[in-house]
């Protein structure tokens, strides 16, 4: 099949893109001597992470239980649930740590009241991974607080439970205008944990963490060298990227792997609709800190060479049309109805989310189609 013979919208995924990506990030990790546990919640799909695992990827990170029950059942038995647990989920995660090595996050003591209620009459013991706050403002504890030392203080001294290590995000790397905020963000994400990491082997040497984990696609890529003393990274959306990416300059359009197909199903003077909407591409507005203009995603002009096309902004986004504001000497203005437009989106991972399934393409073949798994749980 060729991509001209696909029904539109359509998610595609550029194979040779995707394995770069996945290559490029194995080498980083592998070079600094960590381990790589790629967030899967980009993708969804099991090809992907075969290929991820296949260039070295020790284990996955999940965000949901039906991510992680599938991954399991799906032959990925090392699996990191990267959100901090709620009480609903304990029952679903005592049946999934029988099937696989699982890691859970805790941020709040009452979670661990609750478990170690839960754990009490079984013979089971479960990992937890403290969840630490990097300046994201997000969740995770305090690592300057005393409290947070009594955490995993009493995370340790749990019969049930075992003290796994410490776990953060340098998401706050989204918010910043320059590389030198984002080496910044990468600097207080390193740090916020190894810093918490010293204070509990000064506490007491039983409490040294086994893990030290960091992660997010701009903190990885924006520098060669992770610091000594983290063991681990979880990085995510760098097997696609996405326009928020290209914005911050952590890599070029032509690095993007996955785009989203439409047709031209309007053609006026000063616009084009497409069927490609908020249901296909995602509402997320994108990366306007540095490009107000962004709109809901970037027309290629070309994308095998990585060019947008010039003075032409999706302005706004229904539940399945997408209107293209056309500047004068925009490169699609005189669009015919029924051709296409290939668009980066702002957000990759939300995009993908919208899909059943990607097709994989090499060139104008479309060579596979992956399924995207997208259930929160599996009954
Ligand atoms: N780890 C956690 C806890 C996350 O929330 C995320 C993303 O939100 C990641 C890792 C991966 O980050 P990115 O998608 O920037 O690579």
């Not at 997000?138 to 019969?159: F, M, N, Q, T, Y």
């Not at 962004?294 to 986004?317: P, Q, R």
Request: net charge positive; aromatic share 6%; with cysteine.
């Amino acid at each position: 099949m060729r991509v001209s013979d696909l029904m539109t919208p359509a998610t595609l995924v550029d194979y040779d893109r995707l394995k770069a990506n996945i290559r490029f990030m194995s080498a980083r990790a592998r070079d600094n001597g960590v381990s790589l546990r790629p967030h899967i919640k980009t993708h969804k799909c099991l090809e992907i992470a075969e290929l991820q695992k296949n260039f070295g990827a020790a284990g996955i990170t999940a965000s949901t239980i039906g991510e992680a029950q599938h991954f399991a059942r799906n032959g990925f038995k090392d699996i990191t649930l990267a959100v901090p647990l709620a009480q609903d989920k304990i029952t679903a995660v005592k049946q999934l740590a029988v099937r696989a090595d699982l890691k859970i996050l805790v941020d709040h003591s009452a979670t661990v009241t609750q478990l170690i209620s839960a754990l009490k009459r079984t013979k089971m013991e479960l990992d937890v991974l403290v969840k630490v706050d990097c300046t994201l403002g997000r969740s995770g504890v305090d690592p300057e607080k005393r409290s947070s030392i009594k955490l995993v203080e009493r995370i340790s001294k749990a019969r049930r439970l075992r003290f796994a290590g410490l776990l953060t995000h340098g998401g706050s790397s989204y918010s910043a205008t320059s590389e030198e905020g984002i080496v910044k963000a990468a600097d207080e994400e390193s740090q916020a944990v190894l810093k918490f990491a010293s204070l509990l082997r000064k506490e007491n040497p039983n409490l040294a963490p086994e893990t030290i984990s960091i992660g997010s696609t701009p903190t990885m890529m924006v520098r060669d060298v992770i610091p000594d003393g983290i063991t681990e990274v979880r990085p995510g959306n760098y097997v696609f990227f996405d326009y928020t990416q290209v914005a911050l300059g952590i890599c070029r359009a032509y690095n993007c792997a996955l785009t989203v197909l439409a047709s031209v199903i309007g053609s006026f003077k000063d616009r084009l609709i497409v069927d490609a909407g908020a249901t296909a591409l995602s509402m997320d507005p994108g990366p306007i800190h540095i490009d107000p203009d962004c709109g809901h995603g970037k027309v290629f002009s070309d994308y095998e060479e990585g060019d947008f096309a010039e003075s032409t902004t999706i302005t706004n986004l229904s539940q399945e049309h997408g209107k293209v504001a056309l500047g004068s000497d925009s490169s699609v203005k005189k669009a015919k109805l029924g051709s296409r437009l290939r668009i980066l989106p702002n957000h990759s991972c939300l995009t993908a989310n919208l899909t059943d399934e990607y097709y994989v393409t090499s060139g104008a073949e479309v060579i596979d189609i992956w399924n995207v798994y997208r259930r929160r749980v599996v009954t």
